[in-house]
């Protein structure tokens, strides 16, 4: 089962809550109902051993445990976690991944990508899964490719 973090939206996605759950979907849904800020999926690993995992997580944080599972921490303090999970960690996907929101000083476009809370590269992160495994680029193909979910994408315009 994956070890998920939730975070309360209004407040910047803090304090997150450290969980475990068979369905993320129906668990975020039960606990929005007696949460009146809106929580956001920030993150999950796929663990083998998901409670131990929990439970390592929890006594990491536990010094910022502000209530149950939840803790006075921020996205920016699991992203970390999630990156070192590697093809095992995802950030919750943006439906508008391929939106440009910008150009740098060479031209390139600048995506909104699928991790508004947290600052990565497009390769770093696929746009379909979500899965931090990174986007590695075929050169017969020319295009990126996802070694968790096997899409392929050219990051189009």
């Known amino acids: 089962m994956p070890v998920y973090f939730l975070g309360e939206d209004e407040n910047g996605c803090s304090p997150i809550k450290i969980g475990v759950a068979k369905n ?3 668990r975020t849904r039960n606990l929005q109902t007696g949460n009146p800020s809106t929580l956001r ?3 999950w690993i796929e663990a083998a051993e998901d409670f131990k995992l929990e439970g390592d997580l929890k006594r990491r944080f536990d010094a910022t445990r502000v209530r ?11 992203l970390p976690l ?6 095992d960690g995802f950030v919750a ?3 508008d991944a391929f939106q440009i929101v910008g150009y740098d000083r060479d031209a390139i476009p600048e995506y909104l990508g699928v991790w508004d809370w947290a600052d990565l590269e497009i390769d770093e992160c696929c746009p379909f899964c979500g899965c931090l495994c990174g986007m590695h680029f075929q050169d017969a193909s020319q295009m990126y490719h996802c070694i968790s979910c096997d899409a392929l994408t050219d990051f189009p315009s």
């Open 24 to 26: 993320i979907e129906k």
């Open 41 to 43: 999926l920030l993150g």
């Open 68 to 78: 149950g599972e939840w803790f006075a921490i921020e996205p920016a303090d699991i």
């Open 82 to 87: 999630l990156m070192q999970a590697g093809r």
């Open 93 to 95: 996907k943006n439906a």
